[in-house]
């Protein structure tokens, strides 16, 4: 079975930071993802709940604020319960195994000294047409190794050593 999810938007408030009664840490947080639209349409998003625990709750409560890009990776839980009186209660959230962050130090705004990772998305370009095909040299590639001589080589005898 497959249960995987990643997600890619901005945080719709500050993350909350808590401890359970044992001392770990949790993390919640809702992310708003964009979803794909047409001209003719207004633009959607979906708002969706992110949990996450120990070392990655207290890294997104350190690092993450209001309107930041985030990169979430995770799987889906359910939250189902029967209220009191009776009424069942739907919700799904994801439960994160991996955050990321999802803008440059510029893109948003700027915390610390330190360079951030960056997810970017290539832009595309439209190939330029040329009028005649220019006639090129292939490339020299050259590969530097550095310094091997910690190494042994290994000398096979072609059968596997298990």
Same mark, same amino acid.
């Given at each position: ?14 993350? *909350? ?24 349409? /207004?633009?959607?998003?979906?708002? %969706? ?20 890009? %985030? ?21 799904? /959230? ?8 999802? *803008? ?11 360079? *951030? ?23 020299? /590639? ?9 190494? *042994?080589? %290994? ?8």
């Amino acid at each position: 079975m497959l249960n995987k999810v990643i997600l890619m938007g901005r945080l719709t408030a500050d993350p *909350e930071l808590r401890q359970t009664t044992s001392g770990i840490s949790t993390c919640r947080f809702t992310v708003a993802v964009d979803r794909p639209f047409r001209k003719d349409q /207004e633009r959607q998003a979906d708002f %969706i709940r992110v949990n996450t625990w120990r070392q990655t709750a207290e890294f997104v409560s350190r690092y993450f604020s209001k309107g930041k890009m %985030i990169i979430v990776e995770g799987s889906l839980r359910n939250n189902d319960y029967t209220d009191a009186n009776g009424v069942k209660h739907y919700s799904m /959230e994801v439960q994160a195994d991996n955050v990321s962050f999802g *803008e440059s130090k510029g893109g948003g705004q700027q915390q610390g000294n330190f360079a *951030e990772p960056v997810y970017q998305q290539p832009a595309y370009s439209k190939p330029q047409q040329q009028a005649a095909p220019a006639q090129t040299q292939p490339a020299q /590639e050259s590969i530097q190794l550095g310094d091997l001589s910690d190494f *042994e080589e %290994i000398l096979s005898d072609g059968e596997v050593p298990f």
